[in-house]
């Protein structure tokens, strides 16, 4: 497998923190740039190299850029007065449109892990996060060998990449991510004014609004950036259930209940079979 000599992370939240305990228990040389002094000293645990200043990671051979979607942009701006035409650069963003638009002079190559939590920053970032997820990635203009080199890595935290278009993926992402959380969102507002409900929901209500606890800057900068395609899923969603309803109903939940028993083995989703 390619050996990078230097990996560089920018953004040591839950996605990057677990990327860079990963890699560092995995005896790379890895170095990373955060924002708070907490989290630094807390970084500093797993290697000296780490610090507030985007010059750190000037001589990676590898950068994942993993900051909240809204600053992404700005960081791969700035790379290209600090680092080399040759550096491979990945970032870890939920949506990958935005970021396809503009040609980098550096080797770009967008990607998302398909994995997560509802806690954020260092501190719940865990080196098995990416075990059995996949991860996708969405290559511009890059050369197989390159897109090998990221493929590598992503097999080594343990995920399965999977290559696809912008587009694909942020229209795939709307209907099993973002619009999702929407509908956790609004099941949980719809229950809020009734004392009742609220006092008898119990674990099929706390399961069906876990989205609603996603991390807030990440659910802001979904809903904005991914607008047409959630509508779309939206709609897609309102006549699935009119759908179900106006079909022979029993038969129909039972279809649906075998393709979701057979999608997920221990927790992690094994489609397709
Ligand atoms: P997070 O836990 O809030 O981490 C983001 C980190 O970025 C923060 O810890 C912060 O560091 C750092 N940061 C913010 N601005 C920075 C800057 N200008 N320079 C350097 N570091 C900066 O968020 P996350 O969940 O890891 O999400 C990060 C990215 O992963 C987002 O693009 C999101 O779309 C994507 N993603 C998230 C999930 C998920 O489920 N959470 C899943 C897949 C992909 P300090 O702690 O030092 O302030």
Not at 43 to 63: F, H, M, Q, R
Not at 105 to 123: L, V
Not at 169 to 181: F, G, K, Q
Request: net charge neutral; glycine share 6%; charged share 25%.
């Amino acid at each position: 497998m390619e050996k990078f000599s230097k990996i560089g992370i920018v953004g040591l939240g839950l996605i990057g923190g677990s990327i860079f305990k990963a890699l560092c228990a995995g005896g790379y040389n890895v170095c990373a740039v955060s924002r708070s002094k907490n989290t630094l000293e807390s970084a500093e645990k797993y290697s000296k190299n780490v610090s507030d200043s985007l010059e750190t990671v000037k001589n990676c051979d590898l950068i994942f850029v993993c900051t909240p979607m809204n600053k992404t942009e700005e960081i791969l701006d700035k790379f290209e007065e600090i680092i080399s035409k040759e550096t491979l650069v990945t970032d870890v963003s939920s949506l990958k449109g935005f970021l396809s638009v503009k040609k980098r002079p550096y080797k770009f190559i967008p990607s998302h892990p398909m994995a997560g939590t509802e806690f954020s920053g260092f501190e719940n970032s865990f080196e098995t996060l990416f075990k059995g997820a996949k991860w996708v990635l969405t290559p511009i203009d890059s050369n197989e060998q390159d897109l090998n080199k990221i493929k590598a890595i992503i097999e080594f935290l343990g995920a399965k990449p999977v290559v696809t278009t912008p587009k694909e993926h942020d229209e795939a992402v709307a209907l099993i991510s973002h619009m999702p959380m929407i509908v956790a969102q609004g099941i949980f507002e719809s229950a809020k004014g009734n004392d009742l409900a609220m006092t008898l929901a119990s674990s099929g209500f706390r399961d069906m609004t876990r989205l609603a606890l996603s991390n807030t800057e990440m659910a802001k900068d979904m809903v904005e950036l991914n607008s047409k395609n959630i509508e779309t899923a939206l709609m897609k969603l309102y006549a699935s259930i009119g759908g179900i309803l106006k079909e022979d109903y029993s038969s129909k939940i039972e279809e649906i209940k075998s393709a979701r028993e057979k999608m997920y083995t221990n927790g992690k989703n094994v489609y397709p079979q």
